[in-house]
T-cell receptor
Framework: NAGVTQTPKFQVLKTGQSMTLQCAQDMNHEYMSWYRQDPGMGLRLIHYSVGAGITDQGEVPNGYNVSRSTTEDFPLRLLSAAPSQTSVYFCASSYSSGGGYNEQFFGPGTRLTVL | AQSVTQPDIHITVSEGASLELRCNYSYGATPYLFWYVQSPGQGLQLLLK??????LVQGIKGFEAEFKRSQSSFNLRKPSVHWSDAAEYFC???????????FGTGTLLAVQP
């Protein structure tokens, strides 16, 4: 199993450009999520999905869109990049909670710089 | 509100010394607690987790953590630190139907020779 994969590893954008960060998992996990990591702020949840066709907002959703058309993929779209979106982005996946909790597995991250 | 507090932003210890990283949480339901480690430029690796049962949990790389409900704490410990332990450590709490994780701001560990 490849686990959770993210592409690209690095990206530089200009203000106003759009792009999509890719995330895929091959573990048949229902739950997937996106976090951003900023110095001194830990990881903050952007969006999450509990299954194909179901998404919801996390703590910091503004400026980002997601969709979940398949179990395997959960892309994160930046509609009009801003310097405040310079960050490291992590995708994670797990089996659904089922009323308890299941360990999340993290991808290697995408480092995004917006000029 | 649900939150995780890691009061120590940066800690420096000597190699071979003991280590304790503090974590306090605020969570309305039964908490599921985690410690992750992140080496420079890397992703997150799970060190250990607490779901229920024995309040002292063992993890990888010789780490352990103790859940204290009365103090809302889940401190991470290691009896003898190695230079390779230098990294950033994150405490997180999760649970409920949505499986969301709430992270602390992290503690950066430096190890002196």
């Amino acid at each position: 199993n490849a686990g959770v994969t993210q592409t690209p590893k690095f990206q530089v954008l200009k203000t106003g450009q759009s792009m999509t960060l890719q995330c895929a998992q091959d573990m048949n996990h229902e739950y997937m999520s996106w976090y951003r990591q900023d110095p001194g702020m830990g990881l903050r949840l952007i969006h999450y999905s509990v299954g194909a066709g179901i998404t919801d907002q996390g703590e910091v959703p503004n400026g980002y869109n997601v969709s979940r058309s398949t179990t395997e993929d959960f892309p994160l779209r930046l509609l009009s990049a801003a310097p405040s979106q310079t960050s490291v982005y992590f995708c994670a996946s797990s089996y659904s909670s089922g009323g308890g909790y299941n360990e999340q597995f993290f991808g290697p991250g995408t480092r995004l710089t917006v000029l | 509100a649900q939150s995780v507090t890691q009061p120590d932003i940066h800690i420096t210890v000597s190699e071979g010394a003991s280590l304790e990283l503090r974590c306090n949480y605020s969570y309305g339901a039964t908490p599921y607690l985690f410690w992750y480690v992140q080496s420079p430029g890397q992703g997150l690796q799970l060190l250990l987790k607490y779901f229920s049962g024995d309040t002292l949990v063992q993890g990888i790389k010789g780490f352990e953590a103790e859940f204290k409900r009365s103090q809302s704490s889940f401190n991470l410990r290691k009896p003898s630190v190695h230079w390779s332990d230098a990294a950033e450590y994150f405490c997180a709490v999760g649970g409920g139907a949505t499986n969301k994780l709430i992270f602390g701001t992290g503690t950066l560990l430096a190890v002196q020779p």
